[in-house]
């Protein structure tokens, strides 16, 4: 496992390690007009919507920034001023969802579960036969606070029986678990360009029934964040609006091409469960205590309670694991003191038993004998 150093390994919810063939597709300079990159922009739409076999249904409207802004996008232009979003939290990306209502003044209501359990689908059925005005619906598909993997078809199933819209953020899961648009009734779905297709961080992406898009003009009250007029611009004249990021593009693309060499969301999806696995049972047999069940954690990130050990100090844990070139990440519960480690990104077999033999020399420096919580 040769490396420099000076670059270590990612083990975070993103951004991610990334092939050393996307970082040199960034090397080259394209101007916004220039015929070559609007081609290239023109196949990420294309095969973006083949991810989750949109076929003609669905459309994909990029857009600048973090993949935030994408979830912000997708709020404010698919749930009009007169709609009503029901939010469903399990972690800090579901409150965060709330927040962006709350700016944008749009009438939501929420349930809420505790961080190490699943949405709940029977409150999601009470609440929807009681609420004749909820219009959406949004779900985090993975939420990485804890790394738990919500029901997303079923939570699809119940919204479509009460004929609201879904809206879905898998800025963590997708790539890497199934969204099949032909099997799952969803309005829209947003990731970004640095989680599971492994790009470069800069750039997110609504993907969307052109059905419901086309009744969005004039909902957003951000001009920047416009999913209508972003995908009205770029189905006029193929541009982006406003400068785009360009070396993004190029570096998503070609981890798009390592995406499909590697068989898709299946062969992305099966690496990461090995990752995951590995991960696991080799924090397991250290004593390391996982806060999920094994049938709710998703092959992305997994936390872990606190060592009880008093030599146990969390930053210090951090700092050794980073001088040998492993950076993990800090917890974000509020149930409990935790931290995390990824298995995604360029990461293989090798790379889990590598960061699994940094910790077990850590433990040792530290005289750490109790990893248990």
Known sequence: MQRDIQEPWLFTPGPLTTSKTVKHAMLVDYGSRDNKFIQVNASIRRRLVDIINGRDEFVCVPLQGSGTFSVEAMIGTLVPSA????????????????????????????????????????????????????????????????????????????????????????????????????????????????KCLEGVPGM?????????????????????????????AMETNSQWRFTPPTHVLLAFNQALDEFDAEGGVQGRGARYQQNCDILMQGMIDMGFQPLLKPELQAP?????????????????????????????????????????????????????????????????????????A
């Open 300 to 372: 992305i990130i997994l936390t872990f309670h606190t060592p009880s050990d008093p030599n146990f100090d969390f930053q210090v844990f951090y700092d050794g694991l980073s001088e040998r070139g492993y950076v993990i990440y800090p917890g974000k519960l509020t149930v409990a003191d935790s931290f995390r480690v990824g298995c995604i990104g360029r990461l293989d077999s090798e790379h889990m038993h590598g960061v699994l033999a940094a910790i077990r020399e850590v433990l040792d420096l530290n005289n750490i004998k109790q990893c248990a």
């Open 204 to 232: 997110g992406f609504c993907l969307v029934r052109k059905a419901d898009l086309e009744q969005c003009k004039g909902n957003s009250v951000s001009l920047s964040l416009d999913l209508y007029d972003q995908w009205v």
């Open 83 to 194: 709609g009503k979003l029901l939010v469903l939290v399990n972690g800090a990306y579901g409150k965060r969802i709330t927040k962006i209502c709350d700016y944008y003044g749009r009438d939501y209501v929420v349930n809420e579960t505790a961080e190490d359990e699943p949405v709940d689908l029977d409150a999601l059925e009470q609440r929807l036969s009681e609420d004749v005005d909820i219009t959406h619906v949004i779900v985090v598909h993975c939420e990485t606070t804890s790394g738990i993997l919500n029901p997303v078809a079923e939570v699809a199933t119940i919204t479509a029986r009460h004929n609201c819209k879904l809206l879905v953020d898998a800025m963590s899961a997708f790539g890497a678990i199934e969204l099949d648009a032909q099997k799952i009734p969803f309005s829209a779905v947003v990731a970004s360009s640095n």
